[in-house]
């Protein structure tokens, strides 16, 4: 079955520091991934995806991720963090060799960036 | 991108009553999803709400405590049956969308 990890549960960090969230999925075949946000008090958003092609993706708000394949890793990145990136992190994985959109969320990263 | 809405935002309820969810897209979708997000804690998926059939449900999750209704690509019902204060709970709404998905803003359900 497959599974994504997170093993960064909380972090906390100053403004203008740089963040990386690891993120790791257990599945041997072409998947697709994803990065949500979840700002306190809001629904989720998509941060950003990979589907397929060029394994450095970038999304909004000055986020990017790197899919290494022989790692099973999707890693978020940020060079510099600010107050307002506080917020839940989900990386999330589907396969579309199952035929299926249904996505397997990892447990979460909650971020706390200090002014 | 498809604009998703629920209904209610919130309720508070007592052990041992129902209630009915419901989900709103504007616009058609084939696939919909109903999730849990327990305080503190992940995504789960409960099910896939199909139109014109049944639903699907992961493992851990049994039609006679979450019935679905999916009458058109439109719109979806989740209900929470015979409630207790485990599942005090936010229930999500998303849809696949291109490739994407989508998420309602919750419901947000407390058991007393």
């Known amino acids: 079955a497959q599974s994504v990890s997170q093993h960064n549960h909380h972090v906390i960090l100053s403004e203008a520091a740089s963040l990386e969230l690891g993120c790791n999925y257990s599945?041997?075949?072409?998947?697709?991934l994803f990065w949500y946000v979840q700002y306190p008090g809001q629904h989720l958003q998509l941060l950003l995806k990979?589907?397929?092609?060029?394994?450095l993706v970038k999304g909004i708000k000055g986020f990017e991720a790197e899919f290494i394949k022989s790692k099973f890793s999707f890693n978020l990145r940020k060079p510099s963090v600010q107050w307002s990136d506080t917020a839940e992190y989900f990386c999330?994985?589907?396969?579309?060799?199952?035929?299926?959109?249904?996505?397997?969320f990892g447990t979460g990263t909650r971020l706390q960036v200090f002014p | 991108s498809a604009v998703i809405s629920q209904k209610p935002s919130r309720d508070i309820c007592q052990r041992g009553t129902s209630l009915t969810i419901q989900c709103q897209v504007d616009s058609q979708v084939t696939m919909m999803f109903w999730y849990r997000q327990q305080p503190g804690q992940s995504l789960t998926l409960i099910a896939t709400?199909?139109?014109?059939?049944?639903?699907?449900?992961e493992s851990g999750f049994v039609i006679d405590k979450f019935p679905i209704s999916r009458p058109n690509l439109t719109f979806s019902t989740l209900t929470v049956s015979n409630m207790s204060p485990e599942d005090s709970s936010i229930y999500l709404c998303?849809?696949?969308?291109?490739?994407?998905?989508?998420f309602g803003p919750g419901t947000r359900l407390t058991v007393l």
């Open positions: 998303s849809v696949a969308s291109y490739n994407e998905q989508f």
């Open positions: 599945y041997g075949g072409t998947v697709n």
């Open positions: 999330a994985v589907n396969a579309p060799a199952y035929n299926t959109d249904k996505l397997i």
């Open positions: 709400a199909n139109q014109g059939s049944e639903a699907t449900y």
């Open positions: 990979y589907f397929s092609g060029d394994p």
